[in-house]
């Protein structure tokens, strides 16, 4: 079956960085993203990986290996603003998206 | 977890026609249903937000004569996409959750392709 796979919830420290997993199991890879959702609101899209190697964007960077069916998103100096879940979604060889759970993330002052 | 399906994955139609999309929550109670539109590397524009037994909720810019919104169920909303254009070709995502401000599960979405 197709799986993604993603913590829970993480807590950080504001100014600090967090770096939130994401394990997929799916058929086919036609590439991955990560979205930030705050309560209430739609999703907003962050990145788009579909090669190895790693993304940045400001604050935020996404890294991505193929082989290891395993990406990253990294978040650097912290605010608060970013408290938000973190969606991993997967496109697979048929152009559907395959969803995590999502990340809530906490921080803290 | 908490299972989105949406039917069916994908569709060509002709322009003028009128294409309906299903959203179905299989494992949950969903009183609140949303429907995005998403452009290729792009945010999820949000289209409208249905409550079981209600009227959807539309945003400001989307059609509600155009985009037709059923959620007669507590686990089943549509979407009827009516008299397509090549511009309203787009993949449409449809989440669910259990009250209108909880946790949202997303479907695969739907791959619309008007010619």
């Known amino acids: 079956g197709q799986n993604i796979d993603q913590p829970t919830e993480m807590t950080a420290t504001e100014g600090a960085i967090v770096q939130i997993n994401c394990t997929y199991q799916?058929?086919?890879?036609?590439?991955l993203f990560w979205y930030q959702q705050h309560a209430g609101e739609a999703p907003t899209f962050l990145s788009y990986n579909v090669l190895d190697g790693l993304e940045e964007k400001g604050r935020f960077s996404s890294f991505l290996s193929r082989s290891k069916g395993y990406s990253y998103l990294l978040l650097k100096e912290l605010q608060m603003k970013d408290s938000a879940s973190y969606l991993c979604a997967v496109m697979d060889s048929n152009y559907q998206l395959i969803w995590g759970a999502g990340t809530k993330l906490i921080i803290k002052p | 977890g908490a299972v989105v399906s949406q039917h069916p994955s994908r569709v060509i139609c002709k322009s003028g026609t009128s294409v309906k999309i299903e959203c179905r929550s299989l494992d949950f109670q969903a009183t609140t249903m949303f429907w995005y539109r998403q452009f290729p590397k792009q945010s999820l524009m949000l289209m409208a937000t249905?409550?079981?037994?209600?009227?959807?909720?539309?945003e400001q810019g989307v059609e509600k004569d155009k985009f037709l919104i059923n959620h007669a169920s507590l686990t089943l909303s549509t979407l009827t996409v009516t008299s397509a254009h090549p511009e309203d070709s787009s993949f449409y995502i449809c989440?669910?959750?259990?009250?209108?401000?909880?946790?949202?599960?997303f479907g695969p979405g739907t791959r619309l392709t008007v010619t």
């Open positions: 989440s669910a959750s259990e009250t209108e401000f909880s946790e949202q599960y």
């Open positions: 249905s409550n079981e037994g209600s009227k959807a909720t539309y």
């Open positions: 799916t058929s086919g890879f036609n590439g």
